[in-house]
């Protein structure tokens, strides 16, 4: 980390560490004793160090809403959930991983390929179109399949996704 | 033994020959598979936008299962993770549940729980059992050297997966492989992710960890890797080519989903489990054991 400078009281949003608290991943925030057993088991942090998930679990209780919900390295768990069968503390670190990306989208920081993927569901239901494959597919004796992009469609705007997909659409730094 | 077949989005695109070799193999070991008309994503690859939305897109499809009376047989480990979890969730805890079935009301569906969400794998390891497997082995594939790639969601998180394996010690898919005749090789790593989940968030450091795995099993001088996830497969088998290119190394590596493999040895011919669509073409093997 090159960009190592004392943490401020004023860099503190303690509102955003209630936030995460209220997540279904956030709710063991606080049993954390920052052992690091996330991180040395993350396989994401063993290629890439700007993914460091005892780190982010830190900034997560200081209340660094900024410094993490702008990040890209919020973005970079590939939820293999070693962390979490690996916290002697029960801190369900994937789905803390979880809840920062969702308090990222509603605050309108969504990353371009979930905006991509969202597209393609709306779409097809499904992320891709399934009819374009039907004649490969009979050719091996698998049945037709079909598009309903209603499946999704109508959940989307039911659980207001629309609306959070429709924000100003910022992407991270 | 009457279960869903749940395809998701990956397997019937990209992963036909997963599907068809299922197919194959399960009515040959008392699986009976009944295709799950109306539905959709499992809500997987929205869980980081809105968890909620997720968990509704995943309770519709428990719905349907529900419906007919249907457990639910998965072959993408991540719609498992995705339903298991969803399942879980509802079981325990009525509130939820009538507030997640308030979204499904317009489309006349509701999920009263119940549903249970099983891996192919685990049907195969578990309801099936190896002992069964191995009396249909018609053509036992000895002398093959397989290394197991269990994959995450197969596993992981240990408190909604039902089948209750130890993730930091599983043997289902080991004990799988071995039934047929094959066996299975330990290697560093084995239990590590493929990177699947980060490919299209950070491209370069998802390969790097599909080439720790594929470094690892390429020391292990194995004939084959095996798979029971679709997205596994795009990145050990559908990605090797390019990490071949950026490790300046060639691995040669064929990758089979277990269904497949077991087809071989059932005595299924290499066609009829679309071992032709596997882009790491799996010849000397095909060749070895006589299909």
């Avoid at chain 1, 509102?15 to 004793?33: K, M, N, S, W, Y």
């Avoid at chain 2, 790097?208 to 497969?233: E, N, Q, Y």
């Amino acid at each position: 980390m090159g960009d190592e400078r004392p943490i401020r009281e004023s860099d503190l949003d303690l509102e955003f560490t209630r936030e995460v608290r209220a997540e279904p991943g956030g709710t063991q925030l606080d049993l954390c004793i920052a052992c690091g057993r996330c991180t040395a088991s993350c396989p994401v942090q063993a290629q890439n160090a700007s993914f460091n998930p005892r780190r982010i679990v830190r900034m997560a209780v200081l209340g660094m809403a900024e410094d993490v919900l702008g990040s890209d390295f919020v973005w970079l768990c590939a939820g293999c959930y070693a962390c979490r069968e690996r916290c002697p503390q029960g801190v369900l670190v994937t789905d803390l991983m979880v809840a920062l990306k969702n308090i990222a989208v509603r605050r309108g920081i969504v990353h371009p390929s979930y905006r991509a993927q969202i597209a393609e569901l709306r779409k097809f239901g499904r992320l891709y179109e399934v009819e374009a494959f039907n004649k490969k597919r009979s050719k091996l004796g698998l049945p037709p399949l079909e598009d309903r992009p209603e499946h999704a469609t109508s959940l989307f705007e039911s659980t207001g996704l629309d609306d959070l997909m429709d924000g100003p659409g910022e992407e991270p730094r | 033994m009457r279960l869903g077949l749940f395809l998701g989005c990956s397997v019937p695109v990209r992963a036909q020959n997963y599907e068809v070799s299922v197919r194959r193999v399960a009515p040959r070991l008392g699986i009976e598979l009944e295709d799950l008309e109306g539905a959709a994503c499992c809500g997987y690859p929205v869980q980081s936008v809105s968890r909620e939305t997720a968990l509704v897109m995943a309770t519709r499809n428990l719905a349907l299962a529900s419906r007919r009376g249907l457990d639910l047989c998965v072959l993408c480990s991540a719609c498992g993770g995705s339903l298991m979890e969803a399942a879980a969730e509802l079981e325990g805890d009525e509130d939820l549940r009538a507030r997640t079935n308030r979204h499904l009301e317009p489309e006349g569906l509701s999920y009263p729980g119940g549903v249970k969400v099983v891996h192919i794998a685990e049907v195969l390891a578990h309801r099936v059992g190896a002992a069964r497997i191995r009396d249909a082995v018609e053509r036992p594939l000895e002398g093959l050297r397989i290394a197991v790639h269990y994959g995450c969601h197969y596993l992981r998180p240990r408190e909604t997966h039902p089948a209750g394996e130890d993730p930091e010690a599983p043997g289902s898919i080991d004990e799988l492989v071995e039934a047929t005749g094959a066996r299975s090789v330990d290697y560093p790593g084995r239990l590590a992710c493929c990177g699947g989940g980060i490919l299209g968030i950070h491209e370069e450091t998802a390969l790097a960890i599909t080439r720790v795995k594929l470094d690892a099993v390429a020391g292990a001088g194995v004939d084959a890797m095996v798979v029971v996830c679709p997205f596994c497969s795009v990145m050990l088998e559908g990605n090797q080519k390019r990490i071949e290119k950026a490790a300046g190394r060639e691995y040669k590596l064929p990758v089979l989903y277990y269904p497949q493999l077991l087809g071989l040895a059932l005595g299924f011919g290499a066609k009829e489990l679309g071992l032709q669509l596997n882009r790491i073409k799996a010849k000397e093997l095909i060749a070895r054991v006589g299909a």
